[in-house]
Every structure is written in structure tokens, then in C-alpha cells.
């Protein structure tokens, strides 16, 4: 709990008042020295009937604050709070001390599951940026719910499946070049994909061909699912050597392909719900009482559709996984989909609806970068990826040469990977996910701003420090030395430290990891300021430098759980 609401708590027990109420009315005073919280008591006057500086005066007295952290004092109309920044500093520093990696760790989510699908790209499809947006936010999101103790599902809805499958049996079997597929299988695939829309135009055969084939495939046919097999692992393997690279991993690959034979008993639970209706041939569920356009369950030719194929998933995803939540990390254009989806099932009587929840995130755009890039106007992942680290690299090394660090080209290139691609990720998971957001070099790779290389920066030199003062037998101190944190940068960083726990719970709680990242970069920030303000190695009093090594650890902590949970590697050295 923070302090504010455990605040709110004795106040509301003095005062007869509120909870919520005295949590409007709690201000953070404008001045340190004026103490961390104040409580306003002219609302009291009138029940009361006393004036405002009496009843503060009357508070402070009765208010019993035995055994916490906090003190009160009255000034004028106000309560003034302080909280002790001894066995504060006791508390919060000891804590991370003795967490270590577990840090931030809590029960909340024992005994439920959560299931968080993100990434689902579409086979035989270039992996773009749009797509690194799902697969770096899901990535988050599951690395946070794993934190709280969830039980955590990751899964990869891959787009295996469709009417574009029988255009691409047909092109392949046209146009197809087998070691173009081998060598780079998503761009010769993409190559006669194309050429089947260009070709289609002027030949109707074309078409009437691949809807045969896309039959064919549904109905299992050996040659046609057997191309269609080769397709969906070539594809897997491109994707998956780019999930190595960024640190992704899912517990299941199970596409809309592996729900096509189960919409058979979607369709009977329709039917005999009375829920299905022709329309124009196709098989359809009215949701005019949603406010929304029908869903299309069957096409008139039979065929199964997106939809149908995410209500037999859904459904799936229950029975075998009981889950408490179900989330969909998918962009804003795809909101009325998800709608639809979730009003169906509710309508058939699926209460397991209500825990259904489409977490969408807005699109990616780019300032002043220009991209060789291979396939027309999209950019791809990969792409983005090679510049940042190539970008990256020129820093490092000109930084490494100047102060003459005598780092090796492997070294350098390692920092550079995991700083060029942490630079890409923290984009994606510093703002609000319904943003849209606005790559460009200059702001993604300052390595003062609010960025990864800022971060991993920040850590990287924090345990350098650590390791000079173990060389010189300088040790961080036990748990008695904490208390000595007490001066104005060190109580703010050790502020920003205490409220690390709660940014992750309201992470899990909006689904929005940047909550972490924003936490991450105050404490980073804070730490900075103390970093530059105090001598740390330097300090007379060794037994305060020791505490402020120890200090220094808590720091290294939580940067380096903060970034582990945005999905984000931190280096030891730079
Ligand atoms: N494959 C789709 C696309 O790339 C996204 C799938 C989203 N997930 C779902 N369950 N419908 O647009």
C-alpha cells in the first residue's frame, strides 16, 4: 500500500470521514521541509463547529501513528505528515536488499490464470513494425502478470489460415521458385503473392482456382495441406529468429488454422440459440441491440471466417485453461472485431465474455528516418532493428575511443545489440499504448533522455561504481547502515525505489507496462541527482559511504527488474 492511502486510513479513522474522501483531499505540499502529505481541515469546520487550525491542532494530538513510519505536525489549518526518513530508509532499502531478483514479486495473481496472446503475425507475410508493437507490449504484459504471481499463458494466434492460403497454393504452383523459397521464404512468397493479384485482374481462372484450393485445404487434402505445412514452418522460422533476438517467447503456437475444425460446434450452439440467420447466403449473428454490425460466422460458400475461427478459439481457450483473464493484444483498427467476437459469445451464453479483454494499442510512425526498405512502403522489424544497433554502435565505439575504455569489437558489438534493440523496445513501452507513437532516431538513442540507452547507462556505471569499491575493499553496508540515508536526494530516490511495487500492480491493473517504465526512469533520474550531488567512493565517513553503496545496489535492482519486465536487457559494462 502507499503512503498516501495508508495516510488516508488513520485519517479517515480520526475523522469520521471517508476513505476516498480524504484520499481527494490529501495534498503533497510544495516543499519538502513542509512535510510529504497535508490534510486540509476546513471541510471539519462545519461538523465540528471548530475552526480549522483548532482541529489540526486537535488531530495531531489524538492521531496515533505508533509504530508506523510517519509523523504529524500542525501547521496553521493543516495536518502536515512527514514520513521518518531513517526507518524509512530502513525499510524500503532493506527490502530491495534482501529480495535481490524477487523484488516487486508479489501473491496477488496465485491460483489464476491469465492467458495474454500477442504477436500473431500472418504466415508468408513480412514481420512489421505494427506487429512489433503486439509482440513487445504482450511481451511485457506477460513478464508483468508472471511477476504478480499469475499463472501466465503465452500465446501466438498466428494468421495460418484463410482464403489467402488457396491464392498462394495456386501462385506457388505457377510461379513458384523453390530455392528463392529457401533462401528468403517470406519475400519470394510475399513476390508471388503479389503477382497472383496482378495476374488475377485479367484472369478470373486464377481465382476460381485458388478458391478450389483453399476448399481443398479445409478439407484436409494431402498435397494442398502439405504445401500449406511448408509454408507456416518456413515462415516460423524467420519469425522465431526474430523473437530470439528480442527476447520473446510463447507457450503456444496454435493459429486460426488449428481452430477450423472446431467451428462445426460453434455453429450447432448458434443454431440452437436461435442466434444464426441467413443474410445474402452467409450465415450470420444480429447485434443491432449492441449497436453493432452482424458478425459473419459462415460465408455463403461455407467457408469459415476470422470471427469464426476467434469465437472457436475463445471457447477453447477456456475449457482448457480456466482463465480468469483472457487478453488480446491487437491495434485499435481491429476494436469493432473484438466487439463483435465478445458480444457473440455473450449472447450464447458464455459468461466467460466478461473476461475477454481486447488491449489495443495505437499505430507506429516515423519521423525523419529513411529505410532502404525491401518491401514497398512498410517498414519491417528487422529492419528497424539493424539501424538502431548499427546507430548505436557508432556511439558506442566513438565514446569507447575517446575515454580509450579498451574495449574489444565484440564487446563493443554485444553493448550495441542489446542497447540498439532495448532503444527500439523502450519506444514501444514508454507512453500510453493508445498513443500513437513516433519513432526518431535523435530522441530514441539520447543518451540523457528518457531512454534505454539512458537506463542501461545509468545501471551499467552504478555497477561499475559497486565494483571500484569492492576493489578497494569498500562494501556495501548491512541493514544497521540504511538508516544513514537521510539527506534530501537520498530520500527522493529512495521515494522513487518505495513506489516501484505499486507501478507494477498499476501496470497488470490498465495493462500498460509504461507505467513500469515511467517508474524506472524517475528512479533513474533520482539517482542521478544523487550520483552527482554526493560523494559516494569519496565520502569521509565510511560508514555512510558503505550505506550509500548500498544504496547504489537498490538502484542496480530495480533498473534492472524495472527493464526485465519492459522486456529490455541491461549490460554490466560500457
Ligand atoms: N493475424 C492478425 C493480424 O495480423 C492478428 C490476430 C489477432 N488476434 C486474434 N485473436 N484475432 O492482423
Known amino acids: 500500500m502507499d503512503y498516501k492511502t495508508q495516510i488516508a486510513g488513520f485519517l479517515a479513522q480520526a475523522t469520521g470521514l471517508e476513505n476516498d474522501k480524504v484520499m481527494d483531499l490529501i495534498e503533497i505540499p510544495p516543499q519538502l521541509e513542509m512535510g510529504d502529505y497535508a490534510f486540509p481541515c476546513f471541510i471539519l469546520a462545519k461538523t465540528m ?101 499469475y499463472n501466465v499463458v503465452r500465446m501466438n494466434h498466428l494468421g495460418d489460415y484463410g482464403t489467402q492460403f488457396g491464392k498462394l497454393i495456386t501462385a506457388y504452383r505457377l510461379w513458384g521458385d523453390e530455392e528463392a523459397l529457401n533462401e528468403d521464404p517470406i519475400k519470394e512468397l510475399l513476390r508471388i503473392y503479389v503477382k497472383f493479384h496482378q495476374e488475377e485482374k485479367n484472369d478470373p481462372e486464377l481465382t476460381t482456382s485458388a478458391r478450389e484450393n483453399f476448399r481443398k485445404l479445409e478439407e484436409g487434402c494431402p498435397d494442398e495441406v502439405a504445401l500449406w505445412q511448408k509454408f507456416r514452418d518456413m515462415s516460423l522460422v524467420v519469425f522465431k529468429k526474430l523473437y530470439d533476438r528480442i527476447g520473446v517467447e510463447f507457450d503456444n503456437y496454435n493459429g486460426e488454422s488449428y481452430y477450423s475444425d472446431k467451428i462445426p460446434e460453434i455453429v450447432d450452439i448458434l443454431n440452437e440459440k436461435g442466434l444464426l440467420v441467413e443474410s445474402e447466403g452467409a450465415k450470420v449473428v444480429m447485434l443491432d441491440d449492441e449497436g453493432l454490425p452482424p458478425c459473419i460466422i459462415l460465408k455463403s460458400d461455407n467457408t ?58 495505437g499505430l507506429v510512425k516515423f519521423k525523419d528516418m529513411i529505410f532502404s526498405t525491401r518491401e514497398g512502403n512498410i517498414v519491417l522489424l528487422e529492419d528497424l532493428l539493424n539501424e538502431s544497433v548499427k546507430k548505436t554502435r557508432e556511439i558506442i565505439a566513438a565514446n569507447a575511443k575517446e575515454r580509450s575504455t579498451g574495449m574489444s569489437e565484440e564487446e563493443i558489438d554485444d553493448i ?43 545501471y551499467a556505471r552504478t555497477r561499475s561504481i559497486l565494483r571500484k569499491g569492492e576493489s578497494q575493499g569498500k562494501l556495501p553496508s548491512g541493514p544497521d547502515g540504511y538508516k544513514l540515508l537521510t539527506n534530501d536526494d537520498e530520500y527522493a530516490l529512495i521515494r522513487a525505489l518505495a513506489d516501484f511495487k505499486e507501478s507494477i500492480i498499476k501496470a497488470a491493473n490498465s495493462n500498460e507496462p509504461f507505467m513500469i517504465a515511467r517508474q524506472v526512469a524517475l528512479i533513474a533520474r533520482m539517482h542521478n541527482r544523487f550520483y552527482n550531488n554526493s560523494s559516494i567512493l569519496n565520502c569521509d565517513d565510511e560508514e555512510l559511504c558503505r550505506a550509500r553503496l548500498a544504496l547504489c545496489e537498490a538502484v542496480c535492482t530495480a533498473i534492472r527488474e524495472g527493464l526485465n519486465l519492459l522486456g529490455i536487457e541491461c549490460v554490466e559494462r560500457m
Not at 524477487?102 to 513480412?126: C, L, M, Q, R, T
Not at 483498427?333 to 488491449?359: P, R, S
Open 304 to 361: 469459415t471466417i476470422y470471427a469464426s475461427r476467434d469465437l472457436a478459439s475463445a471457447l477453447y481457450r477456456y475449457r482448457t485453461y480456466h482463465f480468469d483473464k483472457n487478453i488480446y493484444v491487437v491495434g485499435n483498427t481491429q476494436a469493432l472485431h473484438f466487439k463483435q467476437v465478445f458480444a457473440v459469445l455473450k449472447k450464447a451464453g458464455f459468461d466467460f465474455a466478461d473476461n475477454c479483454e481486447h488491449v489495443a494499442f
Open 416 to 458: 550495441a545489440e542489446k542497447l540498439g534493440v532495448g532503444a527500439v523496445i523502450y519506444t514501444f513501452v514508454k507512453s500510453g499504448r493508445e498513443r500513437d507513437i513516433v519513432f526518431s532516431w535523435d530522441e530514441m538513442l539520447d543518451f540523457d533522455g528518457d531512454t534505454a540507452p539512458y537506463l542501461i547507462y545509468t
Open 49 to 149: 463547529h471548530k475552526a480549522p487550525n483548532m482541529i489540526s491542532q486537535e488531530l495531531a494530538s489524538t492521531i496515533d501513528l505508533t509504530g508506523t513510519v510517519f509523523t504529524a505536525r500542525n501547521v496553521g489549518p493543516y495536518l502536515n505528515f512527514f514520513i521518518n526518513r531513517d526507518s524509512f530508509a530502513e525499510n524500503v532499502v532493506g527490502d530491495i536488499i534482501t529480495s535481490g531478483d524477487s523484488f516487486g514479486s508479489s501473491e496477488i495473481g496465485n491460483g489464476k490464470n491469465v492467458i495474454v496472446e500477442y504477436s500473431s503475425p500472418n504466415i508468408a507475410k513480412p514481420f512489421h513494425v505494427g506487429h512489433a508493437f503486439t509482440t513487445i507490449l504482450g511481451n511485457s504484459l506477460a513478464r508483468i502478470y508472471k511477476k504478480l504471481g
